[in-house]
């Protein structure tokens, strides 16, 4: 038995019963030829393809394999009621939260702290199912959070995610739409699931949809082609937020939308050890600023050789047109190429390595997830990119999938995915953005321990009119700990440690604790307690804090 946890969008995490890991499905399609290069598995209704066709270099197997214990908030395990064994199509679980919780600094300031005491209700509904052409799962648990006495600190946040695969024509049509809803932070330094603790005024809410069909057809066993179109929208929303001594913002409200078109052609059976892929992408960008008439185009040929069943090279080659506006316009007209191997050394682990041009810079890759023993799963994670934070938002939407929960997870590694993490600053601008991580989970019969580690670097490229933007740096790590005490009790406990920079103001250090038990009262009812403590170091005047936590409530799931 393992424990899984979910974020139900309060600022504690809630622990709960035992969930169970998906199986992955036999491909019927062609559209599941190409979903089953890149690990796409769904236990029920249609298989399609990944949004774009993927890459040639997605390691086979993936999420449906993976250890199914997954980070959440403060680096526990996803928790909560999973639907019951499936016998039925459809299973619809409602779900209500009420927690009194008390804080002794609620602005988070560093002289002068304010104390007070917060009613938090996070009602939360998901629905998952199946039919032979509909496979569709959603979440959404909105947080409100009032105070007693500073209710100019009152929020309401919208978290969810959703996704619907609907197979029009069997076999060849179909139409994927996915939404998410999220929280972070303007000025970064929270704890991920922590984004409610921030001051009203620092937190920023994102939004990211997308709804693509696309038609896909075999030509036997010579090659699948793949062709769609992609509506995008993203939107991040909150306060103007102003670096010391500046007087323009670097987060300010910012959206766009986008629309995509993609054609790609791969080879089947017939050439054996040897695939080749071709692909001509495009999205057009419609907004202000960076967005003004920004466009990213690319055509590329893929091609990958298995030197052995378990290894294989990888090249690309082909050329890119990107634009953007802001106060620095950049385009760029340039070849793009790599080289990189993929190891399979077991159908539970990969690995996929690259070094290549692309965004108008050289940059490495690397993607992996290591199945270490029965217990014992590594993951890990490198990429670079010329982006926002509203696109990358699109692409962590396009390249993840959800659990039974609603809980979001990589397709490919099955690892947690953040739509925002309030770590990392919120900012308006585009970006050569760096992202890593690393985890390492043990999941045993009563106890499951994540070892993690995160980072991510923004160096700017062109600002929105009216912000200046700086470069960031930020990186955490930390330990998290859930052991069932029973069938009906649970603990968790973890430590967090993090630094944040911000360009030439001093380094912000950042420590979090937190420790929490739920107990199951009845049928859907459990109780639950939990205590979360921040700390906030730097040498920047008036700057710095610490806060205390506390939260004791219920959640009734019906």
């Keep these: 038995m393992s424990l899984h946890a979910q974020d139900t969008g309060s600022g504690v995490a809630t622990i709960g019963t035992p969930a169970t890991a998906g199986t992955p499905a036999t491909p019927a399609s062609p ?63 409602p779900s209500i939260g009420l927690f009194g919780g008390a804080t002794n600094n609620v602005y988070q300031a560093r002289h ?78 929270f704890a991920p699931g922590t984004a409610q603790n921030a001051q009203r005024d620092n937190q920023v809410q994102y939004y990211n949809f997308s709804a693509s069909p696309y038609y896909v057809h075999r030509f036997g066993s010579l090659a699948t082609a793949q062709i769609g179109y992609v509506f995008q929208y993203s939107s991040q929303t909150g306060t103007n937020t102003f670096a010391p001594g500046t007087a323009q913002p670097f987060f300010n409200d910012d959206d766009y939308i986008a629309n995509r078109g993609y054609v790609v052609v791969r080879s089947g059976e017939d ?112 990429i670079e990119r010329l982006g926002t934070s509203a696109t990358i938002g699109q692409d962590l939407l396009a390249t993840t999938t959800l659990d039974r929960l609603g809980n979001p997870i990589d397709a490919q590694t099955g690892a947690p995915v953040l739509y925002a993490n309030p770590f990392f600053p919120s900012t308006s601008g585009l970006y050569r953005i760096k992202n890593g991580s690393v985890a390492l989970t043990f999941s045993w019969p009563r106890d499951s321990v994540s070892l993690f580690a995160y980072y991510q670097e923004q160096t700017p490229v062109s600002a929105m009119p009216g912000t200046i933007i700086a470069k960031s740096t930020g990186y955490y790590g930390g330990i998290s700990w859930t052991h069932a005490v029973s069938t009906e009790t649970a603990v968790t406990a973890s430590v967090q440690y993090g630094r944040s920079e911000y360009g030439n103001d001093p380094s912000l250090d950042a420590l979090y604790l937190t ?32 806060q205390a936590t506390i939260m004791i409530g219920v959640s009734q799931s019906f």
């Design 31 to 93: 559209a599941a030829g190409m979903a089953a290069e890149t690990g796409a598995a769904v236990p029920a209704g249609p298989v399609g393809a990944p949004i774009g066709g993927g890459s040639l270099g997605d390691p086979v197997g993936g999420a449906a394999v993976a250890a199914p214990v997954r980070l959440g908030p403060f680096g526990a395990t996803f928790s909560g009621a999973e639907p019951e064994a499936a016998t039925r199509a459809w299973t619809v679980t």
């Design 112 to 189: 002068d702290p304010r104390a007070d005491v917060f009613l938090e209700i996070v009602p939360g509904i998901v629905v998952d199912g199946a039919t032979a052409r509909v496979r569709a799962t959603l979440s959404y648990t909105p947080n409100v959070r009032l105070y007693a006495h500073y209710s100019d600190q009152n929020t309401v946040s919208q978290i969810g995610s959703g996704q619907v695969l609907a197979e029009l024509v069997p076999g060849a049509l179909f139409l994927d739409i996915r939404g998410s809803a999220s929280v972070g932070t303007a000025t970064g330094g």
């Design 271 to 382: 050439l054996g050890r040897l695939a080749l892929q071709a692909r001509v992408d495009g999205t057009a960008f419609i907004g202000d600023g960076v967005y003004d008439d920004a466009h990213v185009f690319v055509a590329a040929l893929e091609g990958r050789y298995a030197i052995l069943p378990t290894i294989a090279v990888l090249l690309e080659g082909g050329y890119e047109s990107i634009e953007y506006g802001g106060t620095a316009p950049q385009r760029i007209n340039d070849a793009i190429w790599s080289v990189g191997v993929r190891l399979t050394p077991t159908p539970e682990s990969y690995l996929v390595a690259r070094y290549g041009h692309r965004g108008g810079f050289d940059s490495p890759s690397l993607e992996a997830g290591i199945q270490l023993g029965a217990y014992t799963r590594l993951t890990a994670s490198y």
């Design 515 to 546: 420790a929490g038990i739920s107990h199951q009262l009845g049928r859907g009812l459990t109780g639950i307690a939990q205590i979360y403590y921040a700390s906030q170091t730097t040498k920047q005047p008036d700057t710095g804090y610490g």
